[in-house]
């Protein structure tokens, strides 16, 4: 139970800072508005290294499920957690989607663009290209659980690793982001996701169900391939 706490609230915390970011900068009559992609690439970054400080020693921090399937394809995690661990993690994404909807709540409803309010939630192809969106968000995970592995192997003063996952996911926004939105995580995309959905959100439109499949399918294709090609290698 505290791992499934520890799982949950650090995805929470992960979402309400990580969407509350693009809300910040997507939505009307916001301070932040319009104040662009490295904004959000570093909220996100940031969004992800201050629950890791949190709950890292407690439960090891993945808020992921491709971290816990990959990690789990390698024998690095028990395969008898990972249903408390995904559950928590996709509990903890939707929590904190409804919290961030509260907290800009009149700013959604100042907001018109339909595709803007979903982006709070979730990803979007900037280019709809399914073949194309499903190797970036393959390839942003691979780099992202092969990096997390990676960085195991580099003796670190304590406190130092959350800083150097979130250095990680900074990189990815920024160089690779651009295309998909870069999820790299099935809870940050399917939780919000649903919670867009079910939320009596002003004029919100569509939840873009058809694209869903690729948030979810291509970060745990991509996360188990890096965790398999990491463990041949070292």
Known sequence: MTNFLAEMLGTMILIILGDGV??????????????????????????VTIPVF?????????????????LAAIGKFSWGSVPSYLT????GGFLGAVIVWVF?????????????????FCTGPAIK????NFICEFIGTFILVFAILGIGNTHMVDGLAPIVVGLIVWAIGITLGG???YAINPARDLGPRIAHYVLPIHGKGDSDWGYAWIPVIAPISGGIVAAVFYSIIF
């Open 22 to 47: 693009v809300a910040n900068v997507v939505l009307n009559k916001t301070k932040a508005q319009n104040s662009g992609w490295i904004v959000i690439t570093t909220g996100w970054a940031l969004g």
């Open 88 to 91: 928590a993690q996709f509990i």
């Open 179 to 181: 295309t998909t939105g």
């Open 54 to 70: 949190i709950f890292g020693t407690i439960s090891g921090a993945h808020f992921n499920p491709a971290v816990t399937l990959g």
């Open 129 to 132: 290209d399914t073949f194309s």
């Open 104 to 120: 800009y709540r009149p700013h959604f409803k100042a907001t018109e663009d339909q595709s803007a309010k979903l982006g709070v």
